[in-house]
């Protein structure tokens, strides 16, 4: 990461802040005095941080911005997404392992932003304290608890190893702890990132109330909601089942949310904001459509598309592709059958969950935290609680909402039954994971699923994840032994590598060994 400042009171990091360098606040913004002195400076900063998810940083190519990388980084290093061109982007690392290196341009544009977002949201809390309290300063300093977390969860997820009981010492992400805290320094270990993640968290739901100030109560900023949400996430993600469940009840039982019902889910993710599903999302208008810099543009066919990338036969086989569910799970709306691509030998069939919104089809607001996700937290943690019923009850909660029963049939049929299908507590696991591939697909969860499991990587199918693949298929599958075809779980390539932008300047960091 760029070293931002070091040694600096708090009010030259406002002022610092404000600053074009680091390009969040626009172009009208409070100065630095007005921010210190002014009841909307404090909002206006916020905001800034927020824009920081969907804005492409001053001096960077238009590929370069947070949720561009967000979902590359994640789905496509996944068996979720297939690559049918060898592009010169560098998102074609994330499905190649070993062509990962610490100099790519993805990688080193996606940490130094999130370090971005954590330096926006601990000047945002060092002003909240020198305001003192009232209901919109604790709102938007728990909104600045919560992205600081946020933003480090996804750190540590891609750039440090699966936290457990027993690899707790091992290195996780660098924590910055406050607006002066910009000196070179050394990872902090994994135990110490997630105690600072659950801490954040902790403290951004105690600040924010269930009834936020008029002008924050939207889905596109931080909620007590979202931060207990990311909590049963991040406890999900460090084995620590009974709280994962905990913070999943109490955001199911607050009764703010409701999923999408089969009728109305074909248009969720073009109406993402006014949805009671989702619980946390990043707005776009018209103006900010990133056209064939967007995250559609990679896996989906239209205007300003590339289309390049889309399901792998891999999430289509779990899905029942060429069986009756295809007419049955509306969650086949956002997979395009009926015409597929064809790209040097790869079919492409195109993903539409980032695409629609005002008729574009390169614009959406990208889905964060949503409600299917929590209970499907709260699934996979009763599952390793050896709770088959409540885990089994969630799953079939989720599916009663995603099947559109056809005449002569009952939602029973297109539920699980313990009795009938031999579901137990050796196996309850396998169909909690498989019901969060298929709900959650493309939304940057799978990859962690498979690793946090133990999973293995395979990705028996033709395409450029392939080491030596070439354009032109050699068979009906190229076999599991083929190079890039199987990532064996706990495999280091798993983790990226450390940004070379961060090595150069901070020699205190530790690079992730090979």
Known sequence: MKRLLTGISFFAAIIAFTSCELNIIPSDALTGSQIRTTSDGLTSLVNGGYSQFKDIPSGESSNNWYLRQYFQLSDFASDDIVCGYKTEDDLINSFRYNDRAAEKTNINSFWE?????????????????QKGSDPLTDQ??????????????SLVKLFAKPYSASNGSQPGVILRESSSDGA?????????????????????????????PEERNNRGFASKYAAWALL????????D??????????????????????????????????????????PFLAVDDKKEASVASMVYNGANCWGEEGASPSILSAMGFGTDMM???VRWKYI??????????????????????GGSPTLSSPVMIRLAEVYLNRAEAQAKLGNVEGALADVNGIRTNRMAVPDGSTIDDYLY???????NAGNILDYVLKERRIELAFEGHRIFDLIRNGKDLERNYWGYHLDSYNGIPGGSQPGIDAPGALIPAGDPRFVYPIPSSEESTNKLCVPNNK
């Not at 938007?140 to 969860?153: N, P």
């Not at 039954?417 to 579901?423: H, L, M, Y």
Request: net charge negative; glycine share 8%; hydrophobic share 35%.
């Open 327 to 329: 007419n049955v799970d």
């Open 417 to 423: 039954d313990a009795t009938r299908d031999g579901i």
């Open 184 to 212: 070179p320094k050394a990872r902090a270990t994994l135990t110490e990132t997630y105690d600072y993640i659950l801490s954040s968290l902790k403290t951004a739901a105690s600040l924010m109330s269930g009834n936020p």
């Open 140 to 153: 938007l300093k728990g909104e600045c608890y919560f992205l600081r977390a946020f933003a480090t969860h």
């Open 336 to 357: 395009e059958t009926a015409a597929p691509g064809l790209k040097n030998g790869v079919n492409i069939y195109y993903v539409g969950k980032f695409s629609g919104q």
């Open 241 to 282: 089942y009974q709280n994962a469940s905990a913070y999943a009840d109490s955001v199911i039982n607050s009764g703010a949310f409701s999923l999408e019902t089969p009728d109305s889910y074909p248009g969720y993710f073009a109406n993402a904001p006014g949805s009671a599903e989702t619980i946390w999302c990043i």
């Open 113 to 129: 932003v999130s370090y971005k977002i954590i330096y926006g949201a601990n000047v945002g809390i060092s002003m909240a304290d």
């Open 232 to 239: 049963s996430r991040v406890y999900l993600y460090m084995d």
